[in-house]
């Protein structure tokens, strides 16, 4: 049997649903290994859709957020997609899970009008993993919003992608809002 594969708003998400996806998070990210991650000082903007993976024994092994935004490229006013919170089982790496989230919610920002390319941020030894996934790495200056003022993300590294325009690779990107 295959993996399920399902896009969803987050509003919609159950309380079964929630904690599932916090079950999954405590085993990506164990509280005591990442009590002191300097993430947790960062504003985080909260996603609107999710992409959900479950094996075929039915149980949840990849998450992601998605979500679209009015931004800006060299001060010209675009629609983004951004990708954030992609998280995968530990026992269940290596399988293609997370590959399958991406290309759901690329199809996704396609299905959506105007959104010129995606975004993502991570960390730089996962760079390797998403460029064979067709990310290229965004090596201007990246703005958002961290308790509502302006200030250049440095924490990770910014990865784009194309939907229905050609990505920026240089130039200034402002988010317009917190990262994702």
Not at 100 to 114: D, H, I, S, T, V
Request: aromatic share 10%; charged share 20%.
């Amino acid at each position: 049997m295959d993996p399920l594969v399902k896009l969803c708003r987050v509003s919609e998400l159950s309380q079964t649903d929630l904690a599932e996806r916090q079950a999954l998070a405590t085993a990506v990210y164990p509280p005591a290994e990442w009590a002191d991650w300097p993430g947790y000082q960062i504003e985080w903007s909260a996603t609107d859709w999710c992409v959900r993976i479950w094996d075929a024994d039915g149980a949840l092994v990849s998450y992601l957020g998605a979500l679209t935004r009015q931004a800006t490229h060299d001060g010209r006013p675009i629609e983004i997609g951004g990708v954030g919170g992609v998280k995968t089982h530990p026992a269940a790496r290596r399988h293609g899970y997370a590959a399958l989230g991406l290309q759901r919610a690329g199809e996704f920002f396609r299905e959506q009008p105007g959104v010129e390319f995606a975004l993502l941020v991570c960390d730089p030894k996962l760079m390797p993993y998403y460029a064979r996934l067709g990310w290229r790495e965004f090596t201007g200056r990246l703005l958002v919003r961290q308790h509502g003022e302006v200030a250049e993300f440095t924490f990770g590294r910014a990865m784009v992608r194309d939907v229905q325009a050609t990505a920026p690779t240089t130039g200034t990107i402002d988010l317009c809002g917190p990262p994702w």
